[in-house]
């Protein structure tokens, strides 16, 4: 995730250079999940991913899909609607097997390339304007520090994640 630069400046007629130690071609990757039940506030569920794993994988598996899902239904405590996009590991075979087998999930696919319809798509501009603008990372701790401090944030502005559901159509109900 590399954060976009908000303001900058420098003295008139010189334009403005950044210097930032090396390059790193480590990534984070992050899944969240946008959630709210009628007459309770938003919640954000979310999941950080780096690419430091043991079994060498740079991005969620299927499996970790599944991981976040179990564990927004045990905190929810209700069945679930979940409507995502068409990344390659929700369309993934295990994860159909495994939509099919709980009664309690159901799940909608998003039509391709409709960002705008998918309110995460809100929280990730929001956190890219916000906590991780006009920085330069350290290194990838440095990251996945700023990345949670900035969700963790989030969590708790339901208006803010009732923004971004309003903003896809979908419309929570006041609390």
Not at 66 to 87: E, F, K, S, Y
Not at 102 to 113: E, G, I, M
């Amino acid at each position: 995730m590399t954060p976009p630069t908000a303001r900058t400046w420098s003295r008139r007629g010189h334009t403005p250079v950044v210097r930032v130690r090396g390059r790193s071609r480590r990534r984070l990757s992050i899944a969240a999940l946008a959630c709210y039940k009628p007459s309770q506030p938003s919640r954000l569920i979310y999941r950080p991913r780096p690419d430091t794993r043991p079994d060498g994988r740079k991005s969620f598996a299927w499996t970790d899909y599944r991981d976040l899902i179990q564990a927004a239904h045990h905190q929810l405590g209700g069945p679930i609607v979940l409507v995502w996009d068409n990344l390659n590991t929700h369309l993934a075979a295990g994860m159909r097997r495994y939509i099919a087998k709980h009664d309690w999930l159901t799940v909608y696919q998003l039509p391709s390339y409709a960002p705008d319809l998918n309110p995460v798509e809100g929280i990730w501009s929001i956190l890219r304007r916000t906590t991780l603008a006009n920085r330069a990372f350290a290194d990838p701790e440095d990251l996945i520090a700023a990345v949670r401090r900035g969700l963790r944030q989030l969590q708790y502005r339901s208006d803010v994640l009732d923004g971004c559901l309003t903003g896809t159509g979908l419309i929570p109900a006041p609390p």
